[in-house]
């Protein structure tokens, strides 16, 4: 004999075998309370071949009922975990009969959701705690708080499962699997405790706090795991001696500044690491990022700067410039160091040593105006980039790199035909081109002629200050004519010059420069 509990939507029933002499009462309805797995017809598109349209979605669901009408349903807890470890839509259907209906006065459906799973992981932790692990013997009321009313028999089931899931099953359950594995441990995961041998322990406990991988020497480790803030004996681990390694996340983000009597001047991001005070002595602040930090330490009244420009490190190229910069500025007799936190400042004297890249002055400058150029341009700059080989780089192009931001340049030319093109010039213009991360890099520079100095085979001009005059960046190899043809009238407009214009070509060997005008 077959019993139809009512329609749950169009085209999706929930049926069963009723036994013989079956009563529609709650007691017997609950004996055939077990889990169904639904299919729902979809929406299909007529224009396209039904073997490229989903599958039918499919729903795990566990049907509940009750006589009380104020009191909800109540199921076991191995059954609702269930719903919450099945990696399928899942949901309950709460079924309300009166003492004597055949068909229900009002039905719920609740949906295994966040909330849900979380409660009932929860709930069985907690009951492991307590040593009970016969989850099937023990039942709970169905969580209504967010149940969805649907008909009495069931209409509008299927709108309701739909809403459920949303529009795509597969993210849903992903969602689902997501929550189930993650929940609970938001907060205290795990619960070291340990004991620190030694006179000087605070000290070495506070180590930790200042950031970076740091290790600690500690006896009698005991780590306890925990979910909901649970832990059970069963996930306790103890060790006579251990080594702890920590990176502990800085405290908050500010800025410093290096600063050198020449004019250089750098602003960098840094993190903050704080030490806490112990029994009343002062603690210490670190402030640090990638490669260079200054570690204030109020017990001693003294500051340390650490600077990292290691070649085996990979960093990307806005940093390795970084780094260069802070060497020069490092490298400089004179130097100070601000440090901004909270609305004040503190500045600090360096050290008379000089840094590591004091023949590179004058290369950092360029450096940053070719990054910053390809920065404007919309062009990818490198991510990564070894340092060494960064390094290599400038090293070669050294030279080249001065001569955009270095007075007293000696440009030679052989004595020609055309040497009196000299005579009452005040510039010479210089086309300045190099591939740098992946882009070629291309200025046209302004050099004011200092002197001339004339033998019988050459010309020599000493030049004063550069200016860069405009930059572009493009693909390696592009032809840059038409660029250096605008930046020589955009040069001409600015000095209110109608005179044809002294141009370098070839600035690479400056005895085989040729010259013309424009």
Same mark, same amino acid.
Not at 131 to 142: D, E
Not at 232 to 249: C, G, I, K, S
Not at 334 to 339: A, E, F, G, L, R
Not at 357 to 375: D, E, G, K, N, Q
């Given at each position: 004999?077959?019993?139809?509990?009512?329609?749950?939507?169009?085209?999706?029933?929930?049926?069963?075998? =009723?036994? =013989?002499?079956?009563r529609?009462?709650? %007691?017997?309805?609950?004996?055939?309370?077990?889990?169904?797995?639904?299919?729902?017809?979809? =929406?299909?598109?007529?224009?396209?071949?039904?073997?490229e349209?989903?599958?039918?979605?499919?729903?795990?669901?566990q049907?509940?009922?009750?006589e009380?009408?104020g009191?909800?349903?109540?199921?076991?807890?191995?059954?609702?975990? *269930?719903?919450v470890?099945?990696?399928?839509?899942?949901?309950?259907?709460?079924?309300?009969?009166?003492?004597d209906?055949?068909?229900?006065?009002?039905?719920?459906?609740?949906?295994?959701?966040?909330?849900?799973?979380?409660?009932?992981?929860?709930?069985?932790?907690?009951?492991?705690?307590?040593?009970?692990? %016969?989850?099937?013997?023990?039942?709970?009321?169905?969580?209504?708080?967010?149940?969805?009313?649907?008909?009495?028999?069931?209409?509008?089931?299927s709108?309701?499962?739909a809403?459920?899931?949303?529009?795509?099953?597969?993210?849903?359950?992903?969602?689902k699997?997501?929550?189930r594995?993650?929940?609970?441990?938001?907060?205290?995961?795990?619960?070291g405790?340990?004991?620190v041998?030694?006179?000087d322990?605070?000290k070495?406990?506070?180590e930790?706090?200042?950031?970076?991988?740091?290790?600690?020497?500690?006896?009698?480790?005991?780590?306890?795991?925990r979910?909901?803030?649970?832990a059970?004996?069963?996930?306790? &681990?103890?060790?006579?001696?251990?080594?702890? &390694?920590?990176?502990?996340?800085?405290?908050l983000?500010?800025?410093?500044?290096?600063?050198s009597d020449?004019?250089e001047?750098?602003?960098?991001?840094?993190?903050?690491?704080?030490?806490?005070?112990v029994?009343?002595?002062?603690?210490?602040?670190r402030?640090?990022?990638?490669?260079? =930090?200054?570690l204030l330490?109020?017990?001693?009244?003294?500051?340390?700067?650490?600077?990292?420009?290691?070649?085996?490190?990979?960093?990307?190229l806005?940093e390795?410039?970084?780094?260069? &910069?802070?060497?020069?500025?490092?490298?400089?007799?004179?130097k100070?160091?601000?440090?901004?936190?909270k609305?004040?400042?503190?500045?600090?004297?360096?050290?008379s040593e000089?840094?590591?890249f *004091?023949?590179?002055? *004058?290369?950092?400058?360029?450096?940053?105006?070719?990054?910053s150029?390809?920065?404007?341009?919309?062009?990818?700059?490198?991510?990564?980039?070894?340092?060494?080989?960064?390094?290599?780089?400038?090293?070669?192009?050294?030279?080249?790199?001065?001569?955009?931001?270095?007075?007293?340049?000696?440009?030679?030319?052989?004595?020609?035909?055309?040497?009196?093109?000299?005579?009452?010039?005040?510039?010479?213009?210089?086309?300045?081109?190099?591939?740098?991360?992946?882009?070629?890099y291309t200025?046209?520079?302004?050099?004011?002629?200092?002197?001339?100095?004339?033998?019988?085979?050459?010309?020599?001009?000493?030049?004063?200050?550069?200016?860069?005059?405009?930059?572009?960046?493009?693909?390696?190899g592009?032809?840059?004519?038409?660029?250096?043809?605008?930046a020589?009238?955009?040069?001409?407009?600015?000095?209110?010059?109608?005179?044809?214009?002294?141009?370098?070509?070839?600035? &690479?060997?400056?005895?085989?420069?040729?010259?013309?005008?424009?």
């Amino acid at each position: 004999m077959k019993r139809d509990i009512g329609a749950i939507g169009e085209n999706c029933f929930l049926n069963w075998c =009723e036994p =013989e002499g079956f009563r529609a009462q709650k %007691s017997q309805v609950d004996r055939l309370g077990w889990d169904f797995l639904l299919e729902r017809e979809p =929406e299909r598109l007529p224009n396209r071949p039904l073997d490229e349209q989903n599958d039918l979605p499919k729903f795990l669901i566990q049907v509940k009922s009750t006589e009380k009408a104020g009191d909800p349903p109540r199921i076991k807890l191995s059954a609702l975990k *269930h719903l919450v470890d099945a990696d399928l839509p899942a949901a309950i259907v709460a079924l309300f009969f009166s003492a004597d209906g055949r068909a229900p006065s009002r039905s719920l459906l609740v949906p295994i959701d966040d909330t849900v799973i979380s409660g009932t992981l929860r709930r069985v932790r907690r009951e492991e705690a307590r040593g009970n692990r %016969s989850i099937n013997k023990t039942t709970v009321p169905v969580p209504l708080e967010r149940a969805i009313d649907i008909g009495p028999t069931g209409e509008g089931l299927s709108d309701a499962l739909a809403g459920m899931i949303g529009n795509n099953a597969s993210e849903y359950v992903t969602a689902k699997i997501r929550h189930r594995q993650t929940c609970g441990f938001e907060r205290d995961a795990a619960v070291g405790r340990f004991f620190v041998p030694g006179d000087d322990a605070a000290k070495k406990i506070g180590e930790l706090f200042l950031g970076g991988p740091r290790e600690l020497q500690v006896l009698d480790l005991t780590i306890e795991r925990r979910r909901f803030g649970i832990a059970l004996e069963n996930d306790r &681990e103890h060790f006579q001696q251990a080594v702890l &390694e920590m990176n502990v996340p800085p405290l908050l983000a500010t800025t410093i500044e290096l600063a050198s009597d020449a004019g250089e001047w750098l602003s960098m991001e840094v993190d903050v690491f704080i030490v806490p005070p112990v029994e009343g002595t002062p603690g210490r602040v670190r402030f640090a990022n990638s490669y260079f =930090e200054v570690l204030l330490d109020f017990e001693k009244t003294e500051a340390g700067m650490t600077f990292n420009y290691a070649g085996d490190r990979t960093v990307d190229l806005e940093e390795a410039v970084s780094i260069v &910069e802070v060497g020069v500025i490092l490298s400089r007799p004179i130097k100070t160091v601000t440090i901004h936190f909270k609305g004040t400042k503190l500045e600090l004297p360096a050290g008379s040593e000089e840094g590591p890249f *004091h023949r590179w002055v *004058h290369a950092a400058p360029a450096l940053r105006r070719i990054v910053s150029t390809i920065a404007r341009s919309g062009r990818r700059l490198p991510r990564q980039i070894l340092v060494s080989d960064f390094y290599h780089w400038v090293e070669k192009h050294i030279e080249f790199l001065a001569l955009t931001s270095t007075p007293g340049v000696n440009m030679i030319f052989p004595k020609s035909e055309n040497s009196d093109v000299f005579a009452g010039q005040k510039i010479i213009l210089t086309p300045f081109s190099l591939e740098f991360g992946g882009t070629q890099y291309t200025a046209l520079i302004e050099i004011p002629i200092e002197t001339v100095k004339a033998t019988e085979s050459e010309i020599t001009l000493v030049g004063g200050q550069p200016q860069v005059v405009a930059e572009i960046a493009r693909s390696p190899g592009s032809d840059t004519a038409d660029f250096v043809e605008t930046a020589i009238e955009k040069s001409k407009r600015d000095r209110q010059s109608t005179e044809p214009a002294l141009v370098a070509g070839g600035f &690479e060997n400056w005895r085989n420069v040729i010259l013309t005008t424009a």
